[in-house]
C-alpha cells in the first residue's frame, strides 16, 4: 500500500513563501508522476505542477508559473513545492499524488492519479 504524506503547509501573508513536501513510502518506483494539486472551498479539484521521476519535466499550472518550482529526490521519494510570492487566491488544502509512468499533458487530471495524500492546508492572507 503506498502512503503519500504531505507537510509544509501554513498560515502566511500575501508576498510571503511556503515549502510543501511529499513522501512516498514504502517502496521505490523509478518511473512515476508525481503532483500536487490544490481545492479551495466551493471549488473543484485543480492541478498545480507535475513532475516526472526519470527525467524531471515538469508542468505547471498557468496560475502559478514563475511563482511555483516543483522538484524531487528520487534517493529519498520525496517531492517538493515551493510556493513564492504567495496571493490570498492561493489559499487551498493542498494535495500530494501519484501514479506509475508518465502522464504528460494529462498530468492536470486529477482522475489519472491513483495515490494521494492526506491534504495540508495553505492559507494566505492579504
Known amino acids: 500500500q503506498v502512503q503519500l504524506v504531505e507537510s509544509g503547509g501554513g498560515s502566511v501573508q500575501a508576498g510571503g513563501s511556503l515549502r510543501l513536501s511529499c513522501a512516498w513510502s514504502?517502496?521505490?518506483?523509478?518511473?512515476?508522476?508525481m503532483g500536487w494539486f490544490r481545492q479551495a472551498p466551493g471549488k473543484e479539484r485543480e492541478g498545480v505542477a507535475a513532475?516526472?521521476?526519470?527525467?524531471?519535466?515538469?508542468y505547471y499550472a498557468d496560475s502559478v508559473k514563475a511563482r511555483f518550482t516543483i522538484s524531487q529526490d528520487n534517493t529519498n521519494n520525496t517531492v517538493w513545492l515551493q510556493m513564492n510570492s504567495l496571493k490570498p487566491e492561493d489559499t487551498a488544502m493542498y494535495y500530494c499524488?501519484?501514479?506509475?509512468?508518465?502522464?504528460?499533458?494529462?498530468?492536470?487530471?486529477?482522475?489519472?492519479?491513483?495515490?494521494w495524500g492526506q491534504g495540508t492546508q495553505v492559507t494566505v492572507s492579504s
Open positions: 499524488a501519484a501514479r506509475i509512468g508518465w502522464l504528460g499533458d494529462f498530468w492536470y487530471r486529477n482522475f489519472a492519479y491513483n495515490n
Open positions: 514504502p517502496y521505490s518506483i523509478s518511473a512515476k508522476t
Open positions: 513532475i516526472y521521476s526519470i527525467d524531471g519535466s515538469t
